[in-house]
């Protein structure tokens, strides 16, 4: 049983992030794709039971951050985050290679080396073959689509397999854009402090010269002597001494 | 040319991305990859006018015979770019306040003096209303009752200013002065916005503009300075500063040099 067309465009749509300008966020992005393709790959793929988690991996610059894990149903998704903590499984390996994992199943020998955790965990929770479609942003992997089925006697047929990636493509144009809107801000943000802060460190130059009586050189020497010797920011050493809190 | 080489690239980047994505748009009908092309193209034209005024800057600078002449502004190829007498910059903070100028000439850079000094002018509000604001002639008194008329003294008759945006996050303004009529209008000095705006957060680049920014420091370690000795915080210093500057008639650099010469005139 194929999907309906208007039911396909629209999702589409949802996954793109909408077509208007506004940023997206990715968790709830991540979690509409999850959903999205439990429930049209199901239908793909009839009679199978399927579930989807979709896994966003962290930027090689926010490398403290935890991977974005969501899925179409709770238990599905603490399976991968799990599986994301350890480095293992279907999500992992696409991720690592770029390539799709076409199939898998999960009592096969390739699974049970492999994925010593997540194989009979999956099994556990009722599923036995596995798939992996790569997310991909601005030309690089940085995530997958993982997609789980309960039966079903070999892969995923070419078509759904085919579908299941052009959503996983979709959801990847509009975390590009999410990514980008985000490192903007981050650009903007760090530019209106940088200059905030050399206001701030004038005026307690400012402030410093004239209790002193000394050069604006030494005032500042003062502020920086002061913050290396306690180990603080020197905006936030001036900041205190603007604010009558400091003495130095 | 380094620069202006990059922004090329990047805009030849985007736009291999757009054509992609309007070849995708033609074969599946989908509005979604329009969308996206739509959004490359407009990313494609920002980072072309970034070069453009690298490029305007680079020529500028070959062409300088040095010595005591002045050196070339950044915002002399702005105010070329957008086809007008003079264009000004400010960068803001979150409360809106002046934290670095760039001006392409005297003129407009006593026409953000002004807007500093009065809290109140072209710039701030496109910032504060994060849209586009015109005014010419007597329509400039209209607007701003105290900026209006002291901007015509400066022989000033007609301003535009776009607000300055990263990811829609307001971070200035830039305001052109006496605009031929520009065929593209807002368009092309909100394009010529977005080149800047993503110069000056590009963490290359910088705000510096090559040494046509001004911090006012030396402002603002005066307020310091005035702060210390009268009590009351730089805030207050800052704005007797300006109240100071505009009793006089002098720039708030003016001020701010007597001030830590020593010098408080009305001020103790």
Redesign the interface.
């Known amino acids: 049983m194929h999907p309906h067309p208007h039911a396909l465009?629209g999702v589409?749509?949802e996954l793109?992030g909408g077509?208007?300008?506004?940023?997206v966020d990715a968790g709830a992005l991540l979690t509409l794709l999850a959903m999205r393709a439990g429930e049209l790959l199901a239908a793909e793929e009839d009679p199978a039971g399927c579930a989807a988690t979709a896994l966003l991996m962290a930027d090689e610059e926010d490398r403290h951050e935890p991977p974005v894990v969501a899925g179409s149903d709770p238990e599905v998704q603490r399976l991968e985050e799990d599986a994301a903590a350890r480095g293992e499984g279907p999500g992992h390996d696409s991720r690592r290679t770029g390539a799709p994992l076409r199939d898998a199943p999960l009592d096969g020998p390739i699974a049970r080396l492999r994925w010593p955790h997540y194989a009979p965990r999956c099994r556990a929770l009722g599923y036995r073959r596995a798939a992996a479609l790569p997310l991909r942003a601005r030309g690089r992997t940085v995530g997958t689509l993982v997609v789980l089925r309960s039966d079903g006697d070999g892969p995923l047929r070419g078509d759904t397999l085919r579908l299941g990636q052009a959503m996983a493509d979709?959801a990847g144009?509009a975390l590009a854009?999410e990514r980008?809107?985000?490192?903007?801000?981050v650009?903007?943000?760090?530019?209106?402090s940088a200059?905030?802060s050399?206001?701030v460190i004038?005026?307690?130059?400012?402030?410093?010269?004239?209790?002193y009586a000394v050069p604006?050189e030494e005032a500042f020497e003062r502020l920086r002597r002061h913050a290396r010797s306690n180990r603080r920011r020197l905006a936030d050493v001036a900041d205190d001494v603007?604010a009558g809190r400091l003495e130095v | 040319m380094l620069r202006a080489r990059a922004a090329l690239d990047r805009a030849g980047r985007e736009e291999v991305k757009a054509d992609r994505y309007e070849r995708l748009a033609a074969s599946s009908g989908?509005?979604?990859h329009?969308?996206?092309a739509r959004?490359h193209r407009r990313m494609a034209a920002c980072h072309r006018s970034s070069a453009q005024l690298q490029e305007s800057f680079a020529r500028r600078a070959a062409e300088w015979p040095g010595g005591s002449r002045p050196g070339p502004r950044f915002m002399t190829g702005v105010a070329e770019a957008c086809g007008a007498r003079s264009a000004a910059m400010a960068?803001t903070?979150?409360d809106r306040t002046q934290?670095?100028v760039a001006a392409s000439d005297g003129v407009s850079r006593a026409a953000q003096e002004l807007e500093f000094v009065l809290d109140e002018g072209p710039g701030r509000d496109a910032t504060v209303g994060a849209g586009p604001v015109s005014a010419s002639a007597d329509e400039l008194a209209e607007r701003w009752p105290r900026y209006g008329p002291r901007a015509r003294l400066l022989g000033l008759n007609a301003v535009m200013a776009v607000p300055m945006s990263?990811?829609?996050?307001c971070?200035g303004s830039l305001a052109i002065f006496d605009p031929a009529s520009v065929p593209g209008g807002y368009a092309e000095l909100a394009q010529v916005a977005d080149a800047l705006a993503e110069t000056?957060?590009?963490?290359e680049d910088g705000?510096e503009l090559y040494g046509g920014a001004d911090?006012r420091?030396s402002v603002?370690?005066?307020?310091?300075?005035?702060?210390?000795?009268q009590g009351g915080?730089?805030a207050a210093a800052l704005e007797a500063i300006k109240a100071w500057a505009f009793a006089e008639g002098v720039s708030t650099a003016v001020v701010a040099g007597r001030i830590?010469d020593g010098a408080t005139g009305g001020l103790n």
């Open positions: 465009a589409f749509v793109s077509i208007e300008e506004e940023s979709m144009i854009r980008e809107v985000r490192r903007g801000l650009r903007a943000e760090q530019l209106q200059l905030t050399r206001i004038e005026q307690a130059k400012g402030v410093l010269a004239t209790r604006m603007v | 989908r509005e979604v329009l969308g996206v959004r960068l903070g979150t934290l670095l990263v990811s829609g996050c971070i000056v957060t590009d963490p705000p911090h420091d603002h370690q005066a307020a310091g300075a005035l702060a210390s000795r915080g730089t830590l």
